[in-house]
């Protein structure tokens, strides 16, 4: 198959198979798993270069690292440190030695079951934390023990990678680079995070190319990833290495969601590579080890969970279901069995029934853990759901944080109300610091970036943009995919705000409309004409001005008709104000 070919393939299956199995309540991995399978040797075998497509394709992994790198910011584990670094590593622990000695029990050696036994005991962020969400657990107890786990699992990808390199035959005879120029490169990439990023990334965002902000992000992951390689280290290290120093960045918002697509396409890509090499024949040829392999897999999974959760506070219903749910396999359980396979510590069988138990966990933990739910009754969360801080769920999201924006942050800031600012200005965002708020710099009218800011889950938006074309387009993504947020928007000029009063959007200020007014105020006042009548003259003018704004609205597209209201509407007002004067 030539590559054009294979490229319409993967897009097809992007763009069918995932929609079709989230419609199933199944993850994408198991569509682009069902796809790979149907492209490879156990199906149709279109796809002829199998190892090619599949080492390309880690170029995802690289990716998905370095995204783990940057969610992994200190004030997140910290948060969450007792649970992390006591939950976690029990977890880690316990399953890989209790899947180590399973493994040596059928005659394995203690190097292949141990890296087997590593690659079972982690688990799938993406199946869980959806499961969580779906079954309303994210902020339970249950939900945050079971994302500290992931997130120790995540940490431990690396040393695993590490460990499962060392244990290969010939993993002595590496090929790094001097201790010196491996300590220097590490200082150096730490030094450029710290002093040297900030100012590149302004140049670029300054020159207000988004192409070139993403060329940028591209360059920080392949180019430390390549740079690690070069030192005789991963490639994948050095990418979590990058992300890991990029965490606390102001721009780590702005990365994430550059290289998210990028990353979700690729990984996709690599699951379908892994997808052909499914031996579906394993299912009806050795129907028995698969289904003893799959039983071990969960049953050990579970009552190694059980217990610790059990001990971690959490009554034997819940630690059921927290065991439940982090039972299936995980990704790197693909990556891990890939290497291995490739090092030469895991034969093809034992490669082939890896994949296969782990891909089936995946098909059979949403159900599992639904009837689990079930059988255990509702789990309400206002038993256990931790109370977070203020400033861990923001009312209220500024996006666009210029002379507009400011005032209303300040006052937010002074009444200790939380609120997280957008901006695209690398001067707004630190000056939004002094504030103590919560910043990501990055484009509003993109949907990763208010996801990323947690739209979903704050009340308001001010949108506080001087572009009218940005304007419009925040709200109509706002509209579309958090109808939870009351929007709160500037309007540019008069036509601005009669199309976001066309769009519904009854909250529109008009940022010259009330300094008129003062000044009109102070204006008469100045004058002599008595204050009461001044104001009574400002009040009639805003009702007459806001009434004339909403018929607009009626003739946004006729520019003629637009005009005669405006005439008449002028008519009218003068013969009101004259009405009045006479009286």
Avoid at 47 to 70: R, W, Y
Avoid at 536 to 557: C, G, N, Q, W
Wanted: aromatic letters at 8%; glycine letters at 8%.
């Amino acid at each position: 198959m030539s590559h054009p070919e294979l490229i319409l393939l993967f897009l097809l299956a992007a763009v069918i198979g995932v929609p079709l199995f989230r419609r199933l309540k199944l993850s994408p991995v198991l569509a682009y798993l069902a796809v790979g399978l149907i492209l490879g040797p156990s199906a149709f075998n279109l796809v002829g270069d199998t190892e090619t497509l599949l080492k390309f394709s880690e170029l995802g992994i690289i990716m998905m690292l370095f995204v783990l790198g940057l969610e992994l910011s200190p004030s997140r584990v910290i948060q969450l440190k007792s649970a992390i670094f006591v939950l976690g590593t029990g977890q880690l622990v316990l399953t890989t030695l209790v899947f180590t000695g399973v493994g040596m029990a059928f005659h394995l050696s203690w190097q292949t079951a141990l890296v087997i036994g590593a690659a079972l005991s982690l688990s799938s962020t993406a199946f869980a934390v959806q499961l969580l969400k779906e079954h309303g657990l994210i902020t339970s107890k249950q939900g945050q023990d079971s994302f500290a786990i992931l997130l120790f699992q995540d940490m431990a990808v690396v040393p695993l990678l590490l460990l499962l390199a060392a244990l290969s035959p010939g993993g002595g005879e590496t090929h790094l680079a001097p201790w010196y120029l491996i300590i220097g490169a590490l200082a150096g990439v730490a030094l450029f995070a710290r002093f040297g990023l900030a100012r590149l990334m302004e140049a670029v965002v300054a020159s207000k190319v988004r192409e070139v902000l993403t060329a940028m992000t591209l360059l920080l992951v392949l180019g430390s990833a390549w740079l690690m390689e070069e030192l005789g280290l991963s490639a994948g290290m050095g990418a979590f290495l990058a992300g890991t120093l990029l965490a606390n960045s102001s721009y780590r918002h702005q990365l994430h969601a550059d290289i998210e697509p990028f990353k979700g396409l690729l990984l996709g890509l690599f699951f379908m590579a892994i997808g052909m090499t499914l031996k579906l024949e394993l299912l009806w040829t050795a129907p028995r080890d698969v289904l003893v392999a799959l039983l071990i897999f969960l049953l050990v999974k579970v009552l190694v969970l059980w217990p610790l959760a059990r001990l971690w506070g959490h009554n034997w219903l819940k630690a059921l279901q927290l065991a439940v749910l982090l039972s299936e396999g995980g990704e790197f359980a693909f990556v891990m069995a890939s290497q291995a396979g490739l090092n030469g510590l895991i034969t093809e069988r034992q490669h082939e029934l890896l994949v296969m138990v782990v891909g089936l966990s995946m098909v059979l933990t949403p159900w599992f853990f639904g009837l689990v739910k079930k059988l255990c009754g509702k789990v309400t969360q206002t038993e256990d759901a931790p109370r977070p801080a203020p400033s861990d769920k923001p009312r209220v999201i500024v996006a666009g944080f210029g002379r507009f924006g400011q005032i209303v942050g300040r006052v937010l800031a002074a009444y200790r109300i939380p609120f997280i600012a957008l901006d695209k200005n690398a001067t707004h965002v630190s000056l939004v610091r002094k504030y103590g708020a919560e910043v990501f710099l990055g484009d509003a009218t993109e949907y990763d970036l208010l996801d990323q800011a947690r739209a979903h889950e704050a009340n308001i938006l001010v949108v506080a943009v001087d572009d009218k074309r940005d304007s419009m387009a925040i709200v109509a993504l706002c509209k579309a995919r958090f109808p939870n947020l009351k929007l709160l928007v500037r309007a540019i000029d008069r036509l601005h705000a009669i199309e976001l009063k066309q769009q519904g959007i009854n909250k529109v200020f008009r940022e010259t409309f009330s300094a008129g007014l003062q000044a009109t105020h102070a204006t008469l006042m100045e004058l002599g004409v008595p204050e009461s009548e001044v104001l009574d003259i400002i009040k009639k003018f805003r009702e007459h001005d806001e009434a004339l704004l909403e018929s607009a609205v009626e003739h946004l597209d006729d520019e003629q008709a637009r005009i005669r209201l405006i005439r008449a509407s002028r008519n009218q007002l003068a013969k009101l104000l004259r009405e009045d004067a006479e009286l």
